[in-house]
């Protein structure tokens, strides 16, 4: 080669050389595998991957064939006009032929740099820039916004629960006069397939952004859904301070009693209902409820309504300086109400008969306007309005006024005020006994059994009933309590695996309470339900694992119910101390699946005396032995794992 350049002068001709003289037309004429050949060859120099001096920047040539045999660039003006995936977004389509060929694939992807489209990383990069903190930071043509939404529409479609917190804090809608964040904006009615005539009606009062009417037939509504736009009326949550202030306006006394038995103990918990949250609100509430109509009234009836079936008014929490929740410093609270029950509360919205506003403490239910009959079943049944009885007022000013106040809110807490009953019920027994000491033994018997015919007492319900009453209405969200549960029992305990037995010992309050909620003191055996004479209902919880045997971690959890059986004295007899077989209650344990709404009784056969009887359980309460005797056996099993990989290690 040196000879031919030195004596003949011929030019030494290197791919430096020769590649950028190539056009899209001396391309397109050659066939797919010269190509593929051409690109073998090349691929070191385009590449730099042994001579990094002598490489040669391929993307400046028309090297990507089409689906339509032309060629073209990978970019144009430092913009990508292809992508490996192919997009249906992207009119440019890379041949087929040439991708399927791993000389094609590898020389486009390590010398070109083409990529696989990822419309969420665009999002990221070439849109998300243009926009600011807030309104005022965002200065955006609205047509450059709705070429936006088509790269939005197409990231939706890859993952939208992304995109969705990508543009949360993003003001990238427009209401017609600023840039909002989509949380903030509503989608009007009129973009939408369905239509709620009551949302309608008393979201179209209020003075809220609205997504601007410019973006209709261009962008689906479902767009803005996905995003995070409202269409009905949103929730919220306020902060405990505002809560707190409220709470302690409304009430000081209640609002000191939920601080030291529930708010300044270590944990808390919400235990029933399972949706209630105690900073609960709804947006715009206030305008919601300043209607000029008993109408207007009337429709935010119907869409606070729909609000209360999801998120309750009042809930119970219990706080403990455990998180077992089963010591001495553990305390209860029931009827907290929620922000949303003290704003209703406390604010004068709902009409009476005379036309009148009123707060649901001031008027009597009966004296509501007519225009509410067959409305708010839900949030009516819930709300805090006046007494009905008149004899409960002439009760209350009977008294001396520094007991009234006292009395009135008594009344409205009604387990507070049967707390108080039943203390003073035993105190009333026990002076009577007293007294009772020098009456004869026929005169003790005559009065006994006067007592026993008198006490009236609610029939023992069917297995429908009970079923219906202790069906699992959110399956994951028990699962995963019961797990949490559990799993706190086991924080810092040192384990041992149980031994399976089966005796009857003295169960602790809480798993007899859990017993009588599920089965109102019913045999889960023989169905027989025994009343005492106080007319509540006697019964023996029965523990499957003797308590002795059961290690100290796995405790914490008992009072979920899952160790117990309610048993009437005959059963438990026969439960503690006969023969049995409860293989089959074994194999249902490790094979039932407890469906959710499912209001049958789950039946476990079992052996006593050599004879086949049944166990009879609540979803709730199988759900909470399945999942102890899984979680704890998956628990043994980890550890036992860890043993031996240290003893191997």
């Not at 450059?144 to 990231?155: M, P, V």
């Not at 300043?290 to 207007?296: A, I, K, L």
């Not at 119910?561 to 101390?577: H, I, K, M, Q, T």
């Not at 050599?610 to 999942?627: C, D, M, N, P, V």
Request: hydrophobic share 35%; charged share 30%; glycine share 6%.
């Amino acid at each position: 080669m040196m000879y031919l350049t030195h004596h003949f002068g011929l030019p030494v001709l290197r791919w430096r050389d020769v590649l950028p003289r190539l056009t899209a037309e001396i391309l397109e004429e050659q066939t797919d595998e010269w190509l593929l050949n051409l690109f073998d060859t090349i691929y070191s120099t385009c590449t730099g991957v042994f001579r990094s001096k002598e490489k040669v920047d391929a993307k400046g040539i028309p090297f990507v064939r089409l689906q339509d045999g032309s060629h073209i660039r990978c970019q144009y003006d430092g913009m990508a006009q292809v992508y490996l995936n192919n997009p249906m977004s992207c009119k440019n389509k890379i041949s087929a032929a040439i991708l399927q060929d791993q000389r094609g694939r590898n020389f486009y992807v390590d010398a070109l740099g083409i990529e696989e489209y990822n419309a969420i990383r665009e999002l990221k990069d070439d849109v998300l820039c243009f926009y600011g903190e807030d309104s005022d930071d965002t200065d955006i043509q609205f047509e450059d916004n709705l070429e936006h939404f088509e790269l939005i529409e197409r990231a939706l479609k890859e993952n939208a629960a992304e995109v969705q917190r990508i543009l949360a804090n993003v003001p990238i809608v427009w209401d017609g006069q600023q840039w909002k964040k989509p949380g903030d904006c509503y989608i009007p009615f009129a973009f939408l397939d369905h239509s709620d005539l009551t949302g309608q009606a008393v979201l179209s009062q209020l003075n809220v952004p609205w997504v601007s009417e410019d973006y209709y037939g261009k962008i689906p509504a479902e767009v803005f859904e996905k995003i995070g736009c409202n269409i009905g009326i949103k929730d919220i949550l306020v902060d405990c301070c505002t809560y707190d202030d409220r709470l302690q306006r409304a009430d000081a006394s209640f609002f000191e009693m939920l601080q030291k038995r529930v708010l300044y103990k270590r944990c808390q918990r919400v235990d029933y209902p399972e949706t209630w949250d105690m900073y609960h609100s709804i947006d715009h509430l206030q305008d919601i409820l300043c209607s000029n109509s008993v109408e207007m009234s009337v429709k935010a009836v119907d869409l606070i309504n729909e609000k209360v079936k999801k998120h309750p008014l009042y809930g119970k929490m219990t706080g403990s300086h455990s998180k077992a929740f089963n010591t001495t410093t553990t305390d209860s609270v029931n009827h907290i109400p929620s922000m949303l029950a003290l704003e209703l509360s406390g604010t004068k919205w709902l009409y009476d008969k005379t036309g009148t506003l009123q707060s649901p403490a001031d008027i009597k239910k009966s004296d509501l306007a007519v225009q509410y009959s067959g409305h708010g079943a839900e949030i009516f049944a819930q709300l805090p309005f006046k007494a009905e009885s008149e004899a409960v007022e002439t009760v209350i000013q009977s008294v001396e006024e520094p007991y009234q106040a006292f009395i009135s809110a008594m009344l409205k807490r009604p387990d507070e005020l049967r707390l108080m009953c039943e203390t003073y019920q035993k105190l009333q027994k026990k002076r009577q006994k007293e007294t009772d000491k020098t009456q004869s033994l026929t005169e003790l018997l005559e009065k006994q059994s006067s007592a026993q015919t008198e006490v009236e007492t609610e029939p023992a319900p069917d297995d429908e009933t009970l079923g219906e009453y202790g069906a699992v209405r959110n399956l994951k969200h028990r699962e995963k309590k019961l797990e949490e549960n559990f799993q706190e029992g086991l924080e810092g305990q040192k384990t041992v695996a149980p031994r399976l037995r089966y005796t009857c010992s003295e169960s602790n309050h809480e798993e007899k309470a859990f017993l009588r909620a599920q089965y109102f003191g019913k045999c889960q055996i023989c169905g027989k339900q025994i009343i005492r004479y106080d007319g509540k209902p006697y019964f023996e919880a029965c523990n499957i694992l003797p308590t002795d045997s059961i290690p100290t971690a796995y405790k914490q959890s008992i009072s979920e119910g899952w160790n117990s059986l309610c048993l009437c004295p005959n059963c438990a007899a026969e439960f503690r101390y006969g023969k049995k077989n409860l293989s089959e209650l074994v194999r249902m344990i490790q094979t039932y699946n407890v469906e959710e709404e499912d209001e049958n009784l789950i039946v476990c056969d079992i052996e006593m005396q050599g004879e086949k009887r049944s166990i009879k359980y609540t979803g709730k309460h199988f759900l909470a032995l399945q999942k102890a005797i899984g979680f704890y056996d998956d628990y043994i099993k980890k550890k036992t794992d860890t043993v031996k990989d240290e003893s191997d290690g």
